[in-house]
T-cell receptor, first 111, second 119 residues
Framework: QKEVEQNSGPLSVPEGAIASLNCTYS??????FFWYRQYSGKSPELIMF??SNGDKEDGRFTAQLNKASQYVSLLIRDSQPSDSATYLC???????????WGAGTKLIIKP | GAVVSQHPSWVICKSGTSVKIECRSL??????MFWYRQFPKQSLMLMAT?????????EQGVEKDKFLINHASLTLSTLTVTSAHPEDSSFYIC???????????????FGPGTRLLVL
């Protein structure tokens, strides 16, 4: 059974601080890793993807991948109240392009 | 780029009727389309995987005769909830998968979702 684990939270972070979201996965053969953001009542929105070990930066967001330890993380710098949402980690390792989803971490940015 | 639309965004229907939801990839051709369902405060649940021109693959526990999926083209998939009942009330979301040239990897983009309420 392929699994993706996330802490459900809520994770509360003061405005302006760094929010750190973590995700572990069970399938060592996983190839691609995604972070989606989902606001309450809305559909998920892709914010980052990463395929190679190391860091990938996009604006205030940095995704980090460590395949040896089987974890992927998302850092949000200078957190804003608008970053408050549920962050979903998804992992792809199948040829049918299905994603294995974590349950999501609820992030609350306090003004 | 990578925009996915869904129609309708909201539907209210009487128990026993059928409801059709459309999912379109507007600016790309989708390798595969997926249909998800999400109940309030719960995780996304994959219902089925759909490839153009072939039968959809349904997840365990999803009734294929109740949730009919038609994938007529590389940009359009439809989900029909047949004989809908109140327990089918949920948020239905489609996604379309495309091969990103920049990375050589498949990536899913989501439609805005359809909220179904069955009375």
């Amino acid at each position: 059974q392929k699994e993706v684990e996330q802490n459900s939270g809520p994770l509360s972070v003061p405005e302006g601080a760094i929010a750190s979201l973590n995700c572990t996965y069970s399938d060592r053969g996983s190839q691609s890793f995604f972070w989606y953001r989902q606001y309450s009542g809305k559909s998920p929105e892709l914010i980052m993807f990463i395929y190679s070990n190391g860091d990938k930066e996009d604006g205030r967001f940095t995704a980090q991948l460590n395949k040896a330890s089987q974890y992927v993380s998302l850092l949000i710098r200078d957190s804003q109240p608008s970053d408050s949402a549920t962050y979903l980690c998804a992992v792809n390792s199948d040829s049918n392009y299905q994603l294995i989803w974590g349950a999501g971490t609820k992030l609350i940015i306090k003004p | 780029g990578a925009v996915v639309s869904q129609h309708p965004s909201w539907v209210i229907c009487k128990s026993g009727t059928s409801v059709k939801i459309e999912c379109r990839s507007l600016d790309f051709q989708a390798t595969t389309m997926f249909w998800y369902r999400q109940f309030p405060k719960q995780s996304l649940m994959l219902m089925a995987t759909s490839n153009e021109g072939s039968k959809a693959t349904y997840e365990q526990g999803v009734e294929k005769d109740k949730f009919l999926i038609n994938h007529a083209s590389l940009t359009l998939s439809t989900l029909t909830v047949t004989s809908a009942h109140p327990e089918d009330s949920s948020f239905y979301i489609c996604s379309a998968s495309t091969h990103l040239q920049t990375s050589g990897q498949e990536t899913q983009y989501f439609g805005p979702g359809t909220r179904l309420l069955v009375l």
